[in-house]
């Protein structure tokens, strides 16, 4: 009999620098504490923290998902918007790391390294893609009340990332987070595109939230 378990698939670590102050050993303690059979890190734009969650997975048997949030963006004029991306296989991780230095190299945008989606869809076999909540392009639009675009949007990815692209919900008590979750399942309903819950982690225990503040 197995129990589901809640797997944690978006958190910043240290290596986020400015966003996130989770350090990796007390993260897996953590993790192996509440029995949760796997977790990810997807830190901003890069790959920094691997080796040493991969060690620390591997010590405490625990999955490691490997993983990044990257800045989306279609043109200079844009607000770069984040997208999860989380390597599935070999293939993914390699794609994922050739797509996080082509940020770098090419897509330097406002002082960070963004990636359009033009790059992400040569890159996108082997990841799975998680829309950034309502943060991300298509929650922007939802709130925006452009559902149709959002729709548009939503079937693009969902045809980059054929069964591996998810409409992300979080519910943090931040604004518009309400709205945002009745918009992104009746979104999800519409297009037949699963949903997945994440908590966007920054800090590990409630008493860190205000050195995470003065960090940002």
């Known amino acids: 009999h197995m129990t589901v378990s809640f797997v944690h698939l978006r958190v910043h670590s240290e290596y986020s620098l400015s966003d996130g102050m989770v350090r990796i050993k007390p993260l897996i303690s953590a993790v192996r504490e509440k029995n949760m059979p796997a977790v990810a890190i997807s830190d901003q734009s890069n790959l920094f923290g691997l080796v040493k969650f991969y060690q620390a997975c591997q010590n405490a048997g ?4 490997i ?11 844009d607000e770069p918007t984040p997208l999860v991306l989380l390597a599935r296989t070999d293939a993914g991780y390699r794609n994922l790391s050739e797509l996080l230095s082509r940020g770098y190299l090419e897509g330097q945008h406002q002082g960070k390294a963004t ?18 909540g309502r943060e991300g392009e298509i929650g922007k639009l939802l709130l925006a009340g452009k559902v149709e675009e959002a729709q548009q949007r939503l079937e693009f990815w969902m045809s980059v990332f054929p069964d591996s692209f998810y409409l992300e919900l979080q519910r943090t008590g931040r604004n518009d987070e309400e709205s945002y ?11 037949d595109c699963p949903v997945v819950a994440t908590n966007d982690v920054r800090f590990l225990d409630i008493d860190e939230y205000e050195a995470h503040e003065v960090r940002v």
């Open 62 to 65: 625990i999955k490691p998902i």
């Open 67 to 77: 993983g990044a949030d990257v800045w989306l963006t279609e043109s200079q004029m």
């Open 115 to 132: 990636v359009t989606s033009e790059w992400i869809a040569e890159a996108a076999k082997g990841l799975i893609a998680l829309s950034g």
């Open 181 to 191: 979750i009745r918009l992104a399942v009746n979104l999800a309903a519409a297009c």
